[in-house]
């Protein structure tokens, strides 16, 4: 794959991640909003502390929730979009709308899923604020482990498809990648401090309304950006015109 045709997917990529955004925004603001709002009342309604607001809640669920969902996707479907280039034709025979569907699940797993059972999406009131540095690198390091544990997953499929055959080797390397992540959970720090009587049912529906984003916005990822790889790397032929006989 030559750096043009890299380019032009890293650009389909941005693209698509930018359009997937958008109705992951309109979940976020029809569903996460509520948990939200419940989870900054009960921080006024237990704080001594009453600051005055930099930016109004009114732009925070707005203005501000839609600038970050949209740069988001941008910088992730370009992410994902090399990702694409690097994967495809190196995990299997797979069409570029499998392998992009592929690596959109990926993403979403190692990225997103696997680091949240460790380090679930928190709403507002809900851990210490003189900690949020010390978690959000734990966070972080978590993330990093889940793609470098997927990456050597991966790996090991490939290593034992010849012997084992393709359904053996991906159960058997699926395993390991569980009981690896399994390991780095046990022994990592845990990162949540739920507060005294922050009621359970709102800090359900955040987190439910966090796994939903995160999944609308992959879910339209990975199809949009395979349609539009697979116009760059399989275009439809040209019709071929046959001239009409010359009377």
């Given at each position: 794959?030559?750096?043009?045709?890299?380019?032009?997917?890293?650009?389909?990529?941005?693209?698509?991640?930018l359009?997937?955004?958008?109705?992951?925004?309109?979940?976020?603001?029809?569903?996460?909003?509520?948990?939200?709002?419940?989870?900054?009342?009960?921080?006024?309604?237990?704080?001594?502390?009453?600051?005055?607001?930099?930016?109004?809640?009114?732009?925070?669920?707005?203005?501000?929730?839609?600038?970050?969902m949209?740069i988001?996707?941008?910088?992730?479907?370009?992410?994902?979009?090399?990702?694409?280039?690097?994967?495809?034709?190196?995990?299997?025979?797979?069409?570029?709308?499998?392998?992009?569907?592929l690596?959109?699940?990926?993403?979403?797993?190692l990225?997103?899923?696997?680091?949240?059972?460790?380090?679930?999406?928190?709403?507002?009131a809900?851990?210490?604020?003189?900690?949020?540095?010390q978690?959000?690198?734990?966070?972080?390091?978590?993330?990093?482990?889940?793609?470098?544990?997927?990456?050597?997953?991966?790996?090991?499929?490939?290593?034992?498809?010849?012997?084992?055959g393709?359904?053996?080797?991906?159960?058997?390397?699926?395993?390991?990648?569980?009981?690896?992540?399994?390991v780095?959970?046990?022994?990592?720090?845990?990162?949540?401090?739920?507060?005294?009587?922050?009621?359970?049912?709102?800090?359900?529906?955040?987190?439910?309304?966090?796994?939903?984003?995160?999944?609308?916005?992959?879910?339209?990822?990975?199809?949009?950006?395979?349609y539009?790889a697979?116009?760059?790397?399989?275009?439809?032929?040209?019709?071929?015109?046959v001239?009409?006989?010359?009377?």
């Amino acid at each position: 794959m030559n750096s043009a045709i890299v380019r032009t997917l890293l650009v389909r990529g941005m693209l698509a991640g930018l359009i997937a955004a958008v109705p992951a925004l309109l979940f976020a603001y029809l569903v996460g909003e509520g948990p939200v709002d419940a989870a900054i009342a009960f921080e006024s309604a237990n704080s001594h502390e009453h600051g005055e607001e930099l930016v109004s809640r009114s732009v925070q669920s707005t203005a501000g929730l839609a600038t970050g969902m949209l740069i988001f996707g941008i910088a992730v479907g370009g992410i994902a979009a090399l990702a694409f280039c690097f994967a495809l034709g190196r995990v299997g025979r797979f069409s570029p709308r499998a392998t992009a569907a592929l690596t959109a699940l990926a993403a979403f797993l190692l990225l997103y899923l696997v680091p949240m059972l460790k380090y679930p999406a928190s709403p507002p009131a809900v851990g210490n604020p003189d900690t949020i540095g010390q978690r959000t690198a734990l966070f972080f390091l978590m993330i990093v482990l889940s793609v470098l544990l997927g990456i050597a997953a991966t790996m090991l499929g490939r290593r034992l498809a010849p012997r084992w055959g393709n359904w053996n080797a991906s159960v058997t390397a699926a395993l390991a990648f569980a009981a690896a992540v399994t390991v780095a959970m046990v022994f990592l720090p845990s990162g949540d401090n739920i507060p005294k009587g922050f009621p359970a049912s709102d800090l359900w529906e955040f987190r439910l309304a966090s796994i939903g984003i995160q999944a609308v916005l992959w879910a339209g990822f990975g199809l949009l950006f395979g349609y539009l790889a697979e116009r760059v790397l399989a275009p439809s032929p040209v019709p071929h015109r046959v001239p009409a006989p010359v009377a």
